[in-house]
């Protein structure tokens, strides 16, 4: 049998495998505050990150781009500090925000969070504190001592109060690790230095002191071995025994010489110590005791990083390989370890009884008796209450105290319990109750109160309902902590805090009848259960019906708490809540209709029943609601033409609601009903929905009341928004039908949708006694002309004067027009002109005179208007009009005068006098207009003077057009006349613009020789010759050359670009020339002319170097390289390097190339001439002056060369030049081209590069090199990188073996990779199988088995597949396999031992099945492995449908302990077939799981009485006991019969199988029938049967017995009755209270020893069957015949 062990030892997860790097793994990458999250640093290349495991979620670790030196995570959140350099940084991951930054003075070495809001800084010389909270910097704490100078810091540790703080560092001295800490007391600012390299803090809670003691226990190992200190720290709290000091040796095996402490946990909850080594041991220890409990090997690795494993109160850290482990107390097999293996009894108890762990039962049981038998009832009681699990906290223990007898002088034993208890830890249950009893008969219910508060007493419903009796707050209390829902509302109730009931049961999901306690509180306090009622209906669904809720009101007649209840409960306005909508507002329409109208006036409900709520209105005379609700129109109209009842505002807003039809037939029926009442409200309607009624219906329906009235207080109200005509034209017939002519003038004036016609004829019909409407409208729609012609024919004369002198004085013109058309006297027109002061227009007036041919009429008006400065053009304009007609000096007029309008003017003079309208034209600047005069005059001399003067750009554009027929005159006149009487330059500017604008270019020229080469002020003008120019240039080219000779003062380099651009190289050239532009005039010859022998000649003639650099240029893009490098050479020009550089590669001329680059060279120290210098040497083969040349000083690039002529496969070249820069790699590629192999490779080995080893390599294996082409590959297969592709390019060869001897040949290096043994097996798999299996049973951990194994799938190696499925823990596919492919891979081992690991269910069922086809005999085995996780009601179902449920018996047997259905039928089924009674038996009654009627039907009818009998046995165990005993009495079975009907308690049923017994003449079985069923027969029944029968001797036992127990029971109540007489007479004699001790020292008056179970206390039952007289033979069964 396997040891127990005292610990658990889990691994939580492999880093590895979460995809953690191997090479991050360790103390300077990972840091573990605490057991919640582990932080990793990784870099991978360049990139780095920073990788946070949280321990609840390890599949997906959080990654983040993050380069920093160091990472912690805090203790508790998701909050990270970061260190890079100086640099510190806190942030918050889930809010993604920077907490606090600070940048350090310091280089920090180490950092640690000592609590979830500090960080220790630990610097070279210090120690700081850096809270996290606020923007407090780092707080200095204490400087390091010089004990730790050289050292690594490990570790920072503090105790709680953080007023102990440990550095802790280690350095190597000696070839050992030495421990070196430093001790410092906040207190006293004082710090001690200490030997040792682990170390902790714990509070420790020593037996006897009332508070923890602070605990500083560390570990050291020095060359005299290695210790543990635990000591207290600090000064023993008041109180507070000292803690005594432990030394104890730490036990280092010899296999670990060098080992030694690394960390250490310690556990406050089980007073333990954790420790763990450098070599992976755990050493466990007591700190109390200081004993070595455990000591084993963990991890065959480092443990570098540890944190206390809060979950199970041990230590949980990582090692090197990335397990993350913990260890923790086995707490189920610790005490029986210290017990058993430790032999330490009193250690297992403290252990025990320190963290309440079962195994010490029996020694805490054994010590209770001990010193229960011993009298030391004190001491007992704190074994018991000590007693971990509560094993001694019993009734039976509580009773033994009650049973010991009180010393003199001392407290009872009892009482001493309890008050132990008290002390130390909660009553249980029994405890509870039993000091509940006397605290309460003695009335000091605060006690109770005081052990609740205080925890001290476990709350029951028991407890609650003792101390109900006497105190219901306190035991609401007790219901309360006890959770006894039922209760607890009880006392609410009666308590009255009915509040609190619907809030207690929503908080603990309990339902009770809330109606029923409604109901009782409706009875004591309405108000409160009006409140409690609201309570009840603020959910959705209500917690109670509220219809029910009603009814409670209802029942007492509390309308208005109904009322006000169901307002609150029916606020929602739900649909299904009509009906009771609808009994609020009846129950008030009823008794209080003021609330119903307030209640339908808010609006609340609209689901009740609309017509019966509105009768009810109309009955309480609350007429407006019950038109809200009426929906007949008979109704309405009833109840509608009560006006005198309704608000008016009301029922306006009422009507909204009709349709137009009942809104027009409640209308006609108030108008009908009182049409003086009514008439003022139906105004009202009819003004606000005129537009839903129609305006022509509510008009006719006031006109059939003849109610001109109402039409116009109708029309009134509406017409200001109207825009209908009618309503405007019949508002004005209502008001000047009833008198309102003020009204009239109003709408007249300010109206604009009357049709003004019809209300012009209606005004004059109508007569009015005032004209002024008629005036309004005849001066608002322009009927100015009819207005005087029907005032001056009715003789209203005085209307005219007032019209135009004070209503509109601007119609004095219409009006002077309309009276000289009625043949009005000159007098009488110019007099109301005169008299007409306000504003009109003179235009107009001028306008109506001059259509009438009466324009001289107004000269004297006009005239006295300019002498009194008038300057209204208008006025002027007729002035100038009739001086025209008149002739009266009208030029002069016309140029003088500054207010008249030309145009109009010009115009009026056009066909009079055209000299006279282009004098106006001109005076206005109306150029279009003088144009256009002048053209159709042909006076174009004025016009080109004009255009001359007027220099506008627009009109030139304008005449000068080509459409403008007139424009060739015009030209001539500007060039003969305008151009030659000015002198202003900017006339000539403007003009020439003109022209050049207009594309007049043979024009211009014209213009330009006159003005140019003739003598004239502008002759020497520059612009002017360059205009000349250019314009030959564009119109007559073959005058340019003519041009350029004669004119010396023109632009040359700008005219000839403009040359060259139109194509006239041979002018441009001259112009060059003739200006000595050599550069200019060469670059026209090249690019233009296009003729180098001219340039040539040129470039000989002139000698100029820039030319001759022209030229070369040009000859070298025309391909004449070695021309062009001569005139290059000429020039001394080397700044064109790169294009000649080009252009000599181009065409191979790399021997010209090297003069000129030997020129270059000289002139210009560039890189890249002396770059293509050297190329060119070795192009031309001048090895002697490569060499020469790269070992002289230079700046060529070498390299660069050598690549080129590595390109080009101008080796030996190259082979010089690598060789010269020392690039070994590009030398080694050049030696394999030359075929020096074995050079190749030294230089590979010089230049170390992947890159060259490939190539080399490869090139080896094309050569058939093998032996150096395996040197190289083991350089290249240690980058994995790399590997895949060496592997493709043998393979694409066929090299197959010689790969993998290469890869063999490389397993054994240092840096060999997973990648390579993983190809390996690949190549085995395809290459050669045989020796795949080796390779994987010695390297399976190194190769990548997902690959591997599609590797093997691919090859058919169902051996090696299933290894490997087993070795990736890949279980499903291992069975998978193993069962597809059973021949070559099938184990049953192995088979066994992967199938109960597989996490498919069902391929459990696929096994068997499997097993059933192809090891049927092997069956059993396999199910008994699987039994812990198969559904075996599923299996067995199989195996029965497969019909082999024989073949697996024994399996079936061994599951029928989980008393399954399916298993007990299938058993049972198959004991029946085996015909196996007694196994039946067995397993019915052991297993009762099963259908048991439907097995008793089978096997009642079966064959065999055996089997019959069981169905008698199965019918009694389902209470059917009249079947039971049928089938017995059919088979004989008397005994069972018997039995049965005695169990069945069933007086019936008995007597009828006496009865039965009797009729069969059966006479022993009924004498046996009366003692076995004795309690069941009525002895008068017995009595009468043996009499008929004549069998008085075998009744007469019976009837014996029954008269000795009737008269025993008479004997007792006998006695009852005196010891009750005693018993009263010895309690009245008593006193209540016993002194000052409480009850439970004596048991309390109302204590008594338990009475038995049959009344008489200390009385043993009497044995009443059998009896003593019957015989015993018969009692045996001797005379039951066939039984």
């Not at 990582?318 to 009193?346: A, C, F, H, M, W």
Request: aromatic share 10%.
């Amino acid at each position: 049998m396997a040891q127990v062990m005292p610990i658990r030892f889990q691994e939580h997860i492999q880093l590895t495998n979460i995809g953690i790097n191997s090479a991050n793994i360790g103390f300077s990458n990972i840091t573990m505050e605490s057991d919640k999250f582990i932080c990793i640093r990784e870099k991978n290349g360049d990139q780095s990150q920073v990788v946070i495991v949280d321990m609840a979620d390890t599949a997906n670790p959080m990654r983040r781009p993050i380069s920093a030196d160091s990472a912690i995570m805090n203790p508790s959140s998701k909050v990270i500090a970061l260190k890079a350099g100086k640099t510190l940084q806190i942030f918050n991951l889930e809010m993604k925000s920077k907490i606090k930054a600070h940048v350090s003075n310091e280089d920090v070495i180490f950092w640690k969070w000592i609590s979830v809001n500090t960080i220790a800084l630990v610097t070279e010389n210090t120690v700081y504190h850096w809270p996290m909270e606020g923007d407090a910097l780092p707080q200095k704490v204490f400087d390091r001592h010089s004990n730790l100078k050289g050292c690594q810091i490990i570790n920072y540790r503090t105790d709680e109060a953080m007023k102990w703080l440990l550095l802790v560092g280690i350095s190597a001295q000696q070839q050992r690790v030495v421990g070196a800490m430093q001790l410092y007391s906040v207190e006293r600012n004082v710090s001690q230095p200490i030997e040792g390299h682990a170390a902790t803090f714990v509070p420790f809670q020593v037996e006897g002191n009332k508070s923890p003691s602070n605990v500083f226990a560390f570990s050291v190992r020095n060359q005299t071995g290695g210790k543990l200190h635990i000591i207290e720290v600090g000064a023993p709290a008041e109180g507070n025994a000292n803690f005594a000091k432990k030394t104890v040796d730490v036990f280092f095996p010899a296999e670990a010489p060098n080992d030694f402490p690394v960390a250490m946990q310690a556990s406050k909850e089980h007073g333990l110590i954790y420790m763990i080594t450098k070599y992976g041991y755990i050493h466990l220890y007591d700190i109390e005791s200081g004993t070595c409990i455990y000591m084993n090997r963990i991890s065959g690795d480092t443990i570098f990083v540890t944190a206390p494993h809060e979950a199970s109160n041990g230590i949980i850290g990582v090692n090197r390989k990335g397990q993350v482990l913990s260890v923790s107390i086995d707490e189920d097999n610790i005490v029986g370890y210290i017990t058993n293996q430790l032999k330490n009894p009193e250690l297992a108890l403290k252990i025990s009884v320190r963290c309440n762990l079962a195994g010490a039962e029996e020694l805490f049981v054994r010590r209770f008796n001990m010193l229960f038998g011993q009298g030391q009832y004190s001491e007992a009681a704190k074994v018991a209450a000590n007693a971990p699990k509560g094993i001694l906290r019993t009734p039976q223990t509580i009773q033994r105290f009650q049973q010991c007898p009180t010393q003199p002088g001392q407290a009872s034993p009892l009482l001493q319990y309890f008050s132990i208890l008290l002390e130390t830890s909660q009553l249980n249950k029994a405890e509870s109750l039993e000091l509940a009893r006397p605290v309460l008969q003695q009335g000091r219910n605060q006690l109770l109160e005081k052990w609740l508060v205080e925890g001290k007493l476990e709350c029951s419903e028991e407890l609650g309902d003792l101390i109900k009796a006497h105190d219901t707050t306190l035991a609401l209390s007790v219901y309360l902590r006890a959770n006894i829902p039922q209760k607890v509302i009880i006392c609410f109730a009666e308590t009255n805090q009915f509040q609190k009931i619907v809030l207690y049961a929503k908080k603990v999901n309990y339902t009770p009848d809330y109606v029923f306690i409604l109901r009782n509180v409706m009875r004591s306090n309405v108000e409160n259960g009006t409140t409690f009622a609201t309570m009840l209906v603020q959910d959705d669904p209500p917690l109670a019906d509220i219809e029910s809720i009603t009814n409670v009101f209802m029942e007492q007649n509390l309308i208005p708490q109904c009322t006000s209840f169901l307002l609150e409960a029916l606020k929602g306005n739900k649909p299904e809540e009509g009906p009771l909508q609808t009994r609020l507002l009846e129950m008030n329409l009823m008794s209080a209709p003021q609330v119903a109208d307030a209640i339908l006036g808010n609006q609340l409900f609209t689901h009740y029943d609309r017509a019966h709520v509105a009768q009810l209105c109309e009955q309480a005379q609350l007429l407006q609601r019950a038109l809200e609700h009426y929906t007949d129109i008979f109704d309405i109209k009833r109840a509608i033409v009560h006006t005198h009842l309704l608000k008016p505002e009301w029922l306006v807003e009422y009507f909204g609601s009709l349709s137009v039809d009942d809104s027009l037939e409640c209308l006609k029926a108030m108008l009908t009903a009182n049409l003086r009442q009514n008439l003022q409200i139906c105004v009202q309607v009819a003004g606000k929905y005129h537009e839903q009624l129609g305006t022509t219906k509510l008009i006719e329906l006031f006109e059939s009341f003849k109610s001109f009235e109402g039409l116009f207080y109708f029309l009134g109200s509406i017409v200001n928004f109207s825009q209908e005509a009618e309503v405007h034209f019949r508002y004005i017939q209502a008001a000047c039908k009833t008198g309102q002519i003020k009204e009239v003038e109003r709408i007249c004036r300010e109206s604009s949708c009357y049709d003004p016609e019809r209300v012009k004829n209606f005004l004059k019909e109508a007569k009015l006694a005032d004209q002024l409407p008629l005036i309004i409208v005849c001066d608002r729609f322009n009927f100015v002309h009819d207005l005087v012609m029907y005032l001056y024919k009715n003789n209203l004369q005085k209307y005219i004067e007032i019209y135009v002198q004070k209503v509109n004085p601007s119609r004095l013109p219409a009006v002077v027009g309309g009276l000289l058309d009625v043949d009005c006297g000159e007098d009488i027109v110019k007099n109301l002109i005169l008299t007409v002061r306000g504003q009109f227009s003179t235009d107009e007036l001028v306008e109506e005179v001059e259509k009438r041919n009466r324009l001289k009429l107004l000269m004297p008006w006009l005239e006295g208007r300019v002498h009194e400065g008038i300057n209204e053009p208008a006025t002027h304009n007729a002035l100038a009009k009739i001086y025209i007609d008149s002739n009266n000096n009208p030029e002069r007029f016309l140029r003088e005068n500054q207010y008249y309008e030309s145009e109009v003017i010009g115009k009026y003079c056009e066909k009079r006098d055209p000299h006279l309208a282009c004098v106006s034209y001109e005076r206005g600047s109306c150029d279009m207009d003088l144009i256009r005069v002048c053209n159709e005059n042909s006076l174009f001399k004025y016009a080109a003077r004009h255009l001359v003067r007027r220099r506008d750009p627009a009109l030139w554009e304008h005449v000068l057009d080509p459409e403008n027929t007139f424009r060739r005159p015009l030209i001539d006149q500007v060039v003969q006349t305008a151009l030659s009487e000015t002198q202003d330059a900017d006339d000539v500017s403007t003009t020439v613009r003109a022209f050049m604008a207009a594309d007049l270019p043979n024009e211009l020229i014209e213009l330009l020789e006159k003005i140019v080469l003739e003598n004239s002020v502008f002759s020497d003008h520059r612009n002017l010759q360059n205009l000349l120019i250019l314009t030959a240039v564009k119109a007559d080219p073959t005058r340019v050359m003519e041009y350029i000779t004669r004119l010396d003062n023109y632009d040359a380099p700008d005219i000839a670009n403009i040359a060259i651009t139109n194509q006239l190289f041979e002018e441009a050239f001259a112009i060059f020339k003739k200006f000595d532009v050599n550069t200019s005039a060469v670059q026209v010859l090249i690019e233009h002319v296009k003729n180098l022998d001219r340039a040539y000649e040129f470039a000989e003639r002139c000698n100029d170097p820039t030319v001759w650099s022209e030229l070369a240029r040009a000859q070298l893009n025309s391909g004449a390289v070695k021309d062009a490098i001569d005139s290059f050479i000429k020039a001394d020009d080397p700044s064109a390097y790169l294009d000649v550089i080009e252009a000599a590669r181009a065409n191979d001329g790399y021997e010209d190339m090297v003069r000129y680059l030997q020129m270059a060279r000289k002139k210009a120290r560039e890189a890249i001439i002396e770059t293509e210098l050297v190329f060119a040497y070795a192009k031309v083969n001048r090895l002697a002056d490569l060499e020469e040349f790269i070992s002289s000083p230079n700046i060529a690039q070498i390299q660069q060369v050598g690549d080129r002529c590595y390109d080009e496969k101008l080796y030996e070249p190259a082979r010089i030049l690598y060789n010269n820069v020392s690039n070994y790699a590009r030398l080694s590629s050049t030696l394999v081209h030359l075929g020096e192999y074995q050079a190749a490779v030294d230089g590979a080995r010089k230049a170390n590069s992947t890159k060259t080893w490939k190539e080399v390599c490869f090139a080896c294996v094309e050569a058939g090199e093998f032996r150096m082409a395996q040197m190289c590959g083991l350089h290249i297969v240690v980058h994995a990188d790399e590997l895949e592709e060496l592997i493709n390019f043998y393979q694409s060869r066929g090299f197959f073996q010689e790969l993998i001897q290469l890869l063999e040949a490389a397993l054994g290096l240092e840096r060999a990779h997973m990648g390579m043994f993983t190809e390996l097996a690949i190549l085995y798999s395809k290459y050669n199988a045989p020796k795949m299996r080796e390779h994987l049973e010695l390297f399976w951990s190194r190769v990548n088995i997902p690959k591997v194994l599609r590797a093997a799938e691919q090859a058919h190696l169902w051996a090696e597949l299933v290894f490997l499925y087993d070795k990736y823990e890949e279980y499903d596919n291992a069975i998978q396999t193993m069962m597809s492919h059973p021949t070559p891979c099938w184990k049953e081992a192995l088979f066994k031992d992967i199938i109960t690991k597989v996490a498919n269910i069902e391929l459990y069922y696929k096994a068997l099945s499997f097993y059933l086809e192809f090891k049927p005999m092997l069956l059993n085995d396999l199910l008994l492995v699987l039994t812990p996780r198969l559904d075996h009601t599923r299996a067995v179902g199989y195996f029965q449908k497969v019909g082999q449920l024989a073949l697996v018996l024994p399996y079936v047997k061994s599951v029928q302990s989980h008393n399954n259905k399916v298993i007990n039928e299938a058993l049972n089924n198959i004991y029946i077939e085996n015909e196996d009674y007694d196994s039946l038996r067995n397993s019915i009654d052991d297993f009762n799981n099963f259908d048991n009627i439907a097995l008793a039907q089978r096997m009642e009818k079966h064959e065999l009485i055996e089997f019959r009998r069981i169905a008698a046995y199965l019918f009694k165990m389902n209470n059917r006991w009249k079947q039971a005993v049928e089938l017995c009495k059919k088979d004989h079975l008397f005994k069972d019969a018997m039995e049965y009907a005695a169990e069945s308690r069933n007086t019936e049923i008995s007597e009828d199988l006496m009865s039965w017994f009797l009729d069969n003449e059966n006479y022993e079985s009924f004498a046996a029938g009366t003692f076995v069923m004795y309690d069941m027969l009525r002895p008068d029944v017995i009595l009468e049967l043996a009499w008929r029968h004549n069998i008085m001797d075998f009744a007469m036992p019976y009837l014996i017995q029954s008269v000795r127990e009737y008269t025993q029971k008479v004997d007792k109540l006998e006695v009852s009755d005196e010891t009750r007489a005693k018993e009263a007479e010895t309690n009245n004699q008593q006193p209540l209270v016993l002194g000052e001790q409480l009850m439970i020292t004596s048991g309390g008056p109302g204590y008594s020893p338990m009475p038995n179970m049959y009344g008489v206390p200390g009385q043993q039952p009497q044995q009443t069957m059998p009896p003593q007289s019957m015989p015993q033979q018969l009692y045996n069964g001797g005379y039951m015949g066939t039984m």
